[in-house]
């Protein structure tokens, strides 16, 4: 496959950043969308050029941190993470524009590169238990629901990738927020700091610069990991509760 590739460069936070094209070659369709990122920048070092600088880190869907907007789209036309994105969802001869997430509690670092930082701040503010988690417990200590095991787990699929805040137009970063307070609140282990989580990681959200929610669902459509809404409707049900 030939592909024609136009890529925000931006060379640090204080430049104006501006779309740069550039012609690959040799594209099989088999490689991930990361692994063409490399051929490219395998070409443009070759050449004596600044590559292209890119987030990623296990390249299967895991980690998080590998998210660009392609085409318009968080990760790009399929539902999954970037590094999971084959080029065989492009046509030979294709034009495609890769840019960074594009959100106020996302600056961009450099070209393709930006500062999620704000997700650890969220986390840092309640997500998480003061439950004695030192050594593996015996797995009937504590009986959690079927239903609520399921709920949890589900939740705790989010990676953090930032696609929901960058599809949203608002920059809401509600399905994140959402994904990890219902994977707590629900268990058992996370009922000493219920309301003192949702309310805290609300706040730290809300001081980060996201949006808030006007319901448009762009997030769960570009959701790898399938957070649903019901999530967002758990956390205003969790907020309200914890705020009586
Ligand atoms: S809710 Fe989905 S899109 Fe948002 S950070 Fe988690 S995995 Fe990524
Ligand atoms: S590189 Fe880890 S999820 Fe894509």
């Known amino acids: 496959m030939k592909l024609t590739l136009r890529i925000w460069r931006q060379s640090g936070p204080r430049d104006r950043g501006r ?24 070409d443009l070092i070759m050449r004596g050029e600044q590559p292209v600088a890119f987030d990623h880190d296990c390249r299967e869907g895991i980690c998080g941190s590998c998210g660009v907007v392609i085409n318009g789209r968080a990760h790009g036309p399929e539902r999954t993470t970037t590094c999971q994105l084959h080029m065989r969802s492009f046509a030979d001869g294709d034009v495609v524009d890769v840019e960074p997430w594009r959100a106020k509690g996302f600056p961009v670092v450099k070209d393709l590169v930006v500062d999620r930082s704000a997700f650890d701040r969220i986390i840092a503010a309640g997500g998480y ?34 696609a929901c805040v960058a599809a949203c137009p608002n920059g809401s970063a509600m399905l994140f927020t959402s994904a990890k307070v219902t994977h707590l609140n629900v268990l058992p282990q996370g009922q000493p700091e219920r309301e003192r989580r949702v309310l ?14 006007t319901n448009t669902g762009e997030c769960v459509a570009s959701c790898p990991k399938g957070i649903p809404l019901a999530s967002i ?7 309200l509760r914890a705020s009586r």
């Not at 009937?140 to 095991?149: E, L, R, Y």
Request: hydrophobic residues 40%.
């Open 200 to 213: 805290d990681m609300v706040e730290a959200m809300d001081q980060e610069g996201f949006g808030g929610c």
């Open 19 to 42: 779309m740069v094209t550039y012609r690959v070659e040799d594209v099989s369709p088999d490689m991930s969308f990361l692994e063409m990122l490399d051929v490219l920048n395998q």
């Open 233 to 239: 409707a758990n956390l205003n049900r969790e907020f």
């Open 129 to 162: 238990v003061t439950a004695p988690t030192g050594s593996a417990p015996e797995a009937h200590a504590t009986p959690v629901p079927k239903p609520d095991a399921d709920v949890a787990f589900d939740n705790a699929t989010c990676i953090g990738c930032g």
